[in-house]
């Protein structure tokens, strides 16, 4: 992965609200077996003490940075983690942490 590309990303999830917001969706991935992974956002917004137009922003920022992907179902927006980025990262962090010498 690109340093700009990993950059967008960690500046989408820099802001409080946007990162409170994946993490609600991602807590939805892991407990939703039964539905795919998928996540109503109608179902998380009562969560969060911001509007559903800051929502809506926040959505599209984390689209932007390809951490997740929605489809429109009729009225519902449902929202995926996109799996292969979020192993993408992690590999980075780990491969970043692992190349760096132990702090003494």
Known sequence: MDIK????????????NRLELYLKIAEAHETGFETGGECCVADIIGCLNIGAPTISHHIEELVNADLITTEKRGKFLICRINEQLVAEVGKILVLNRLDKNPIR
Do not use: Q
Request: without cysteine.
């Open 5 to 16: 590309k990993t950059a967008k990303i960690f500046k989408a999830l820099s802001n409080s």
